[in-house]
T-cell receptor, first 113, second 117 residues
Framework: DQQVKQNSPSLSVQEGRISILNCDYT??????FLWYKKYPAEGPTFLIS?????DKNEDGRFTVFLNKSAKHLSLHIVPSQPGDSAVYFC????????????FGTGTRLQVTL | DAGVTQSPTHLIKTRGQQVTLRCSPK?????VSWYQQALGQGPQFIFQ???????QRGNFPDRFSGHQFPNYSSELNVNALLLGDSALYLC????????????????FGAGTRLSVL
């Protein structure tokens, strides 16, 4: 049972444009959502997070949007840079079990020149 | 400031053998969680150790066990290895067990790649 889904395995975007990565979840008990970025041969690196009491969180070029009614979140990267090329994982947790992250299968982002 | 370190980086075992993976958490962190990442999948939660006890567990059989030491480092043991145990094993550390603070960011190591032949 895949509780967190990333339906796009890959995405290619030109440098300078906006990258939009999507994530859907099915468990309504999730109340905290995170995005991690992973380069080859490295562990996932925390990027940005959002609590279910918010619908938007921004950090520099990265913005995460949460639509609780649709059980959908998205990560926007503006402008996209070649160094952003990596695999992006969406993850979710719920109060009381915060260390138990449930991950999606990841989206490979390629930013081209 | 040392991040999360895992050893070894690669390991090859045969079916039925036992394996031990090691993890040192980021400085100042007291909680260690282990994840299994199969090829093409996202990491799956195995278990979490806090105050030297297993506090949470994912859907993994008892063949998967662990330990946390007084210095907060941790081991993951897998007995009776199966071909399906071949994966990247990730260790993540954080501060606190996350029960009261959902904004408990986990920091990951680079992982141990286990191949079972």
């Amino acid at each position: 049972d895949q509780q967190v889904k990333q339906n796009s395995p890959s995405l290619s975007v030109q440098e300078g444009r906006i990258s939009i990565l999507n994530c859907d979840y099915t468990n309504s008990m999730f109340d905290y959502f995170l995005w991690y970025k992973k380069y080859p041969a490295e562990g996932p690196t925390f990027l940005i997070s959002i609590s279910s009491i918010k619908d938007k969180n921004e950090d520099g070029r990265f913005t995460v949007f949460l639509n609780k009614s649709a059980k959908h979140l998205s990560l926007h990267i503006v402008p996209s840079q070649p160094g952003d090329s990596a695999v992006y994982f969406c993850a979710a947790s719920r109060t009381g079990t915060a260390s138990k992250l449930t991950f999606g299968t990841g989206t490979r982002l390629q930013v081209t020149l | 400031d040392a991040g999360v370190t895992q050893s070894p980086t690669h390991l090859i075992k045969t079916r039925g053998q036992q394996v031990t993976l090691r993890c040192s958490p980021k400085s100042g962190h007291d909680t260690v969680s282990w994840y299994q990442q199969a090829l093409g999948q996202g990491p799956q939660f195995i278990f979490q150790y806090y105050e030297e006890e297993e506090r949470q567990r994912g859907n993994f059989p008892d063949r998967f066990s662990g330990h946390q030491f007084p210095n907060y480092s941790s081991e993951l043991n897998v007995n009776a290895l199966l071909l399906g145990d071949s994966a990247l094993y990730l260790c993540a550390s954080s501060l606190g067990d996350g029960w009261s603070n959902p904004k408990n960011i986990q920091y990951f190591g680079a992982g141990t790649r286990l191949s079972v032949l």
